[in-house]
Each structure stands twice: as C-alpha cells, then as structure tokens.
C-alpha cells in the first residue's frame, strides 16, 4: 500500500493556514505549546536551568526530505552544528535532569564524543529495534536506532524504575513456602513477573506505516518508545523540552503522562501537526 495512503493525522487546507507560535521573549511557568524557531537559537534564549528532561531527535544527515529542507549536510558541517546544539543543552537543563538523544548508528560515536565534551557523564546507550523498510540488497537491513541517555549529575537525577518495569513470563517459576517468589499467575494461568528494564528495547517495534499516530512526517518516533523515557525520567508536573518536534509526539505524550512541554521545530507545516494532534489528545 502506497505510504501515502497509510497516514492516519494529516494537514487539511485550513490546517495549514494555522497562524504559527513563535517562542516567546520571556518563558514563565505557564509557557507551552509548540514553538517554530530553530533549536540552536532556541537553547540560546530559553530560559536557564528550566527543563528537567530533554528529549532530542535530531535529523540524522541520511538526505531525508523534511519539507522545507533535506538534512543532509557535509560530515564536517554536521559535526560542527552536534556539538554545538549539544554543548547549549546544559543551559537549559536543570543540573539534576536527564536528557536523551536519538540517532543511527553512523552518528552515534559523534554524539557520544559531543555529550563527553559539554559535561555530561552518559549513562547508558539504550538500542531499540525498529521496523521500516523493506531490506538492503547488499547490506543487512538497517532495523535498530540508538538513544544515549545522560546526565549532569550521576548522582542526583530522577530514574522512576517502577513505573518502566516489563512483564516477562517466567520460565523457571521458584516458589518459597509454596507461594511464588516475585512472580503471579496471570488469569490465563501462565507466570508472569514484572523485570527491570534493559537497554535493548525490542517489544514496541511496530511497522512504521501501522502506528495509530501516524503522520506525514518522515521519521516519526512511536509514542510507547517516548512514554518510558518520559515515565522513567520525569515526574508529574515536571518540565520536558521537546527538541526538534516535528510532529509533535514528545509533546503529545508529555501532556497525555501530566507534564508540562516546550517543543521546538524549524518546519511551520509540522509545527501545525503537533498543534493538530496535541488539540485532539
């Protein structure tokens, strides 16, 4: 089926006559929404030390068409503008906060390096496996994205590891004094226990076209993928800055999950489609 026909949020003509938030010249408590400025510009006016996460997802220089523009740029050009946008994060990230950035495996070593250099001490690389495409005739398919999780303070920063456990079914049930031992029975009578979470992620893979949330944008993240970072991460009430939007998903989760979001996307017609999905979520 031609992608086109698979998205399920899409621009109408009024849509798009939409008038366009820019960022405000002053930030208070109240200030959220979607804003089109670029993100270099952004980080440079926000306000200091606002967010407590930060979740980036960068164009990965791999020439996709993002509407106004292509990301690709010459390998040196593209480094210079990663460390410069990752070097303004600790700005505007409380020095308790936590940020994410996702990328491919051809720049995950440049973001790693970046991260180092503006402060930060990485905690893990964190994998998951996608699905889109459909395969490489002299290559392996491309199926899996990394997402470097770091922070300024290895020792004080939020991890709600409860509220990101998985269920797992358990292969060797142990009981103690006949009752099982961090495991339940499930209604179908299979065992079951909740276990931490890895740093492969392989159970939200789902069919890039197939996603409920579905839109035109080209590289759009599944919304169960942002939901355990923001739930990991942060807290209720707490403040999320959506770096490089584009359709909106961080922020239409942040605001489904109870938090409080700034998004900032340089394309006007995707800033439109997050407004659109966060006025129907």
């Known amino acids: 089926m031609p992608s086109s026909l698979n998205k399920t949020i899409r621009l109408s003509q009024s849509d798009k006559g939409m008038p366009i938030p820019l960022l405000p010249k002053r930030m208070t408590a109240k200030t959220e929404g979607i804003f089109c400025v670029d993100a270099s510009i952004a980080l440079n006016a926000l306000q200091r030390k606002y967010f407590d996460l930060i979740i980036a997802d960068p164009p990965y220089n791999s020439g996709k068409d993002f509407g106004n523009r292509s990301d690709k740029q010459n390998r040196e050009d593209y ?69 470097w999780f770091a922070v300024l303070d290895k020792k004080n920063y939020t991890f709600n ?90 922020s239409v989760v942040a605001k489904r999950l109870g938090r409080k979001f700034v998004g900032i996307e340089l394309n006007p017609d995707y800033v439109r489609l997050g407004m659109k999905r966060l006025s129907q979520s």
């Open 161 to 250: 590891v409860e509220a990101v456990k998985i269920p797992k079914k358990v292969i060797a049930p142990y009981r103690e004094n006949g009752k099982p031992k961090d495991w339940y029975i499930k209604a179908d009578g299979t065992p079951e226990r909740m276990t931490h979470p890895s740093n492969i992620w392989t159970d939200m893979t789902v069919p890039f076209w197939s996603m409920p949330e579905n839109t035109e944008h080209p590289t759009q993240k599944p919304e169960a993928l942002i939901e355990r970072i923001i739930l990991a991460s942060s807290n209720k009430g707490g403040k999320i800055l959506d770096l490089f939007s584009g359709s909106g998903t961080t």
């Open 79 to 147: 480094k210079k503008w990663v460390y410069y946008w990752v070097r303004l994060l600790p700005r505007v990230l409380k020095d308790n906060g936590s940020v994410y950035i996702c990328c491919d495996w051809r720049q995950s070593s440049l973001y790693e390096d970046a991260l180092n250099k503006a402060g930060f001490t990485i905690l893990n690389r964190i994998t998951w496996k996608r699905d889109k495409g459909r395969g490489a005739q002299k290559n392996w398919k491309q199926n899996m994205e990394d997402i």
